[in-house]
Structure formats: C-alpha cells, structure tokens
C-alpha cells in the first residue's frame, strides 16, 4: 500500500501548518499574501469530483474553517478559494485573503510579481497565529 505523499512542488513551497481530519493545511511561503493551501491525504487524486461524497463534504467543511480563520485573523477585504491544479496535479485548495491594497489587486495572486519567503520570526509568528487560531 502507497502511504499519502506531499507533492515536492508543494513542499518545497510551503509550511506545515496542521493535520485536519482530512486534509494537511500548509501555509504558502509569499509574506505578501496570507494564503493557505489544503490537500486531502488521499493519494492519485487531481479533482475534487474523485473524492468521496463524504469526503467531498469533508473537504468543503475544512474549507471553511481555513477561510474563517484567515478573515478573522487578517480581515481581509475578500476571500479567495480555488482548486485549479494547473502546475501541480495533485489535488489542492487555496485559501487566500485579499486586500484592496495588495500587490496582485484585482487580479489572481498567480503570476503576479516575486514570491516574498517569510522571514524567520515572521514565518515562526504567522504559524503560531494560524495554529492557534485554528484550534479554537
């Protein structure tokens, strides 16, 4: 039996933030945006249409949790979601929070600019934020 594995785009690009029932919610390392990304730890998987439907329903109610943690934590102006698996097969969510005044307004965060890494104590705060937050 195959165990779950993380695309190495995925995690090279990105910092373990939680385990949810279903999927592992990692934070995106672009300081420039808060942005979360869930991916189900279900293997061979590109679309949520493969998903079981209590998966499915799974998927959408951590979803949810992601997102009202970033518009609690950061207020953003909008709340982006997405699942488009374009680069990277493997089946994903992004979870982004959007401001009027951020570098990639109105358009998606994709292709816009240089990705900015957190710094250290940044990146060390903004995981301890989430974790927290994401508990309550």
């Known amino acids: 039996m195959t165990a779950f594995a993380l695309d190495p785009r995925l995690a090279g690009d990105t910092h373990l933030v939680a385990d949810f029932d279903l ?4 934070l995106m390392d ?3 945006f808060p942005w979360l990304i869930l991916v189900p730890r279900r293997i061979g998987l590109t679309e949520i249409i ?9 998927l959408l109610d951590e979803v949810d949790r992601a997102a009202r943690t ?9 709340l982006n979601v997405a699942a488009l ?6 089946l994903h969510v992004h979870v982004i929070a959007r401001f009027h ?8 965060v994709w292709g816009v600019g240089e990705r900015a890494a957190y710094p250290d104590v940044e990146r060390a705060q903004r995981l ?4 927290l937050a994401l508990r309550a």
């Open 23 to 26: 999927c592992r919610v990692l």
């Open 70 to 78: 970033l518009h609690a934590l950061y207020k953003p102006d909008k």
């Open 101 to 108: 005044r951020d570098a990639a307004w109105p358009r998606p």
């Open 50 to 58: 493969e998903l079981s439907r209590d998966d499915q329903h799974a």
């Open 85 to 90: 698996g374009n680069l990277v097969a493997q």
């Open 30 to 32: 672009d300081a420039r």
């Open 128 to 131: 301890a934020a989430l974790r």
